[in-house]
């Protein structure tokens, strides 16, 4: 498919959840946001028409970088290339985190996050919801804080490199951090990570039993959830029957909790509270219960789907248990045949509710508990 097909298909925003988007754009900046967002993505995540798969310490993986940088200067940043090294045994690779501030100049900052590498397994995924899909939105949203005056915050935009094989970008960023006296400063950090393509948008907090953490980042776990509730808040105000939802709870993760699989973890680690969105389905009983990890009922990512026990015809014969992310349906294309319009029209809410929570944060952190 090409860039044209996919752009003028985006306006469209048919499919999951297209009426509150809809709804919700109401002026022509805001009918621009679906085309950058189907841009970025293409450009990022797309094999013949972009960069494709995107491996850390890969030369696509410096591609995406590049593009990062040249985007954030196009929208009035100047932005920062914090490179690092990682080791592994016998071997070593070098990425980089790209760092923009909307406005470094104000005393408290919001951090808003996401990684841009994409997996190294073998399984053919392009890493297009994984995690191309938040850099795009986050790519629309630093835009539209240009234009945003008044804001009571500095927006600082981090995109992680090396995320997939061990959390590096974001670990080596908050080991800088602590080393500074712009820690304090943080007020909380938003992390985007596969946030399109699942059933459902979810938005957590850290866990409450704290990830195992590394003495490099400190000893003051945070288990917060005000960044998450006031988040929770903004999407209602935004999206209405549509916004993020909260799971139930399920053993070993307690109502409205995240596991430390992402970015968000190494910012919980050193005391910062955070928020993670991402698009799943919670509902489902997937290979190891109701993690997270089983993103959708379509049965087209399930050798046999039950609808009733919202699991597996055979848990014994199963083998796709409803997952996008680090699979080959991890590609515009084929998604797009599959899902008409949903990647998208998730981006566009996404960039909604967080363009509007980042603009009006003042007022959502006020209606939140926050605990000494």
Not at 105 to 125: E, P, Q
Not at 259 to 264: E, K, L, N
Not at 297 to 313: H, M, P, R
């Amino acid at each position: 498919m090409k860039i044209s097909k996919l752009i003028v298909s985006a306006m469209l925003l048919l499919g999951h959840g297209a009426m509150a988007a809809n709804s919700a754009m109401n002026s022509d900046n805001d009918a621009d946001i679906s085309v950058n967002v189907q841009q970025h993505l293409v450009q990022l995540a797309h094999p013949t028409d972009g960069i494709g798969a995107r491996f850390a310490g890969s030369e696509e993986e410096n591609k995406a970088a590049l593009y990062i940088t040249s985007q954030f200067a196009q929208y009035g940043y100047k932005a920062s290339l914090q490179g690092f090294t990682v080791t592994k045994g016998d071997t070593s690779f070098s990425s980089q985190n790209v760092i923009v501030d909307s406005n470094p100049s104000l005393k408290k900052t919001l951090i808003v996050g996401a990684h841009f590498d994409s997996v190294d397994d073998g399984s053919g995924s392009m890493g297009a919801i994984d995690n191309a899909s938040s850099i795009a939105v986050m790519l629309e949203v630093a835009r539209l804080a240009k234009q945003q005056s008044g804001q009571s915050f500095n927006i600082r935009f981090i995109a992680f490199g090396a995320e997939e094989n061990g959390l590096h970008g974001s670990r080596h960023y908050v080991e800088q951090l602590l080393q500074s006296e712009q820690a304090t400063q943080v007020v909380g950090m938003i992390n985007l990570d596969t946030i399109a393509g699942g059933d459902i948008s979810y938005v957590h907090s850290a866990h409450s039993t704290p990830y195992k953490c590394s003495k490099t980042l400190g000893q003051q776990y945070s288990k917060q959830t005000y960044m998450r509730d006031a988040l929770l808040m903004a999407s209602q105000a935004q999206l209405k029957d549509n916004a993020y939802q909260i799971h139930k709870g399920y053993p070993n993760n307690p109502k409205g909790e995240a596991g430390g699989w992402s970015d968000h973890k190494v910012f919980a680690c050193a005391g910062i509270a955070i928020a993670f969105i991402e698009s799943t389905n919670y509902h489902l009983n997937g290979k190891q219960g109701n993690d997270g990890y089983s993103q959708t009922i379509n049965d087209a990512f399930w050798d046999c789907f039950d609808k009733t026990k919202l699991s597996a015809c055979d848990r014994q014969k199963e083998r796709k248990w409803g997952e996008i992310w680090h699979t080959k349906y991890d590609d515009i294309d084929t998604l797009q045949q599959i899902f008409p319009e949903r990647v998208n029209t998730m981006m566009v809410q996404h960039v909604l509710v967080l363009s509007h929570f980042l603009s009006e944060a003042e007022h959502y952190l006020a209606q939140v508990t926050i605990t000494e």
